[in-house]
């Protein structure tokens, strides 16, 4: 049985919220593809302007989009407009649904909470949103100061490169540490960012 890992994509998508899992996950299905795939899907067959102006072509719409083991919500400016989206939230919530993970990065945990997958969870997003997404999803437990959440079947990342952390954990639940671990390692995913011990 093969897992189908879908990634949601919008106008105003962050680019690293999305293409930081996607290498993830493709490099773990290209070690396993009789196992694994991931695809990208979007409202329409149209390009997407990315949040920093990078244009991308999804793989599916939502009209023929494939069904889906894991979802994954990226953030971005676009959250703001597609919470109020009823097509996408319907989509989401639908596909949500029948999904054995369902995932977000940074503010792509406002879309899960519009799709109600967060009631009573704990979800986290980027350092920047927590208030206010404290301030929408009351009914959810938004934790500040962490790279994922894991609640049920619904992990959160927090901004950006966090999704990388999320993503590799995953394939570590898909498969097994160690092959999570061997996925780490081809991507020399090894963070040591410069200027990390500098004061202000």
């Not at 023929?64 to 919470?83: C, H, I, M, Y």
């Not at 980027?126 to 404290?134: D, E, I, K, N, Y």
Request: hydrophobic share 45%.
């Amino acid at each position: 049985m093969t897992v189908t890992i879908g990634i949601l994509l919008f106008d105003g998508v962050e680019e690293l919220d999305f293409a930081g899992p996607w290498e993830v996950f493709a490099a773990a299905a290209a070690g396993k593809p009789e196992e694994l795939r991931v695809v990208t899907v979007a409202e329409r067959h149209t390009p997407i302007r990315c949040n920093k102006g990078l244009r991308v072509l999804s793989d599916h719409a939502f009209d023929d989009a494939p069904a889906l083991d894991v979802v994954l919500v990226p953030g971005g400016q676009g959250t703001r407009k597609e919470v109020d989206n009823p097509v996408l939230v319907g989509w989401l919530r639908r596909i949500g649904e029948r999904c054995t993970w369902i995932t977000s990065v940074c503010t792509g945990a406002l879309l899960l909470h519009e799709a109600g997958f967060t009631a009573g969870r704990s979800i986290t997003t980027h350092w920047a949103f927590v208030p206010a997404l404290r301030e929408r999803a009351k009914d959810a437990t938004v934790l500040a100061d962490v790279r994922y959440v894991q609640d049920g079947n619904v992990v959160t990342a927090a901004g950006v490169s966090a999704g990388i952390d999320m993503a590799l954990w995953m394939v570590g639940r898909l498969f097994d540490p160690a092959y999570a671990r061997s996925i780490q390692r081809y991507i020399q995913y090894d963070p040591a960012p410069p200027y990390a011990a500098q004061t202000q």
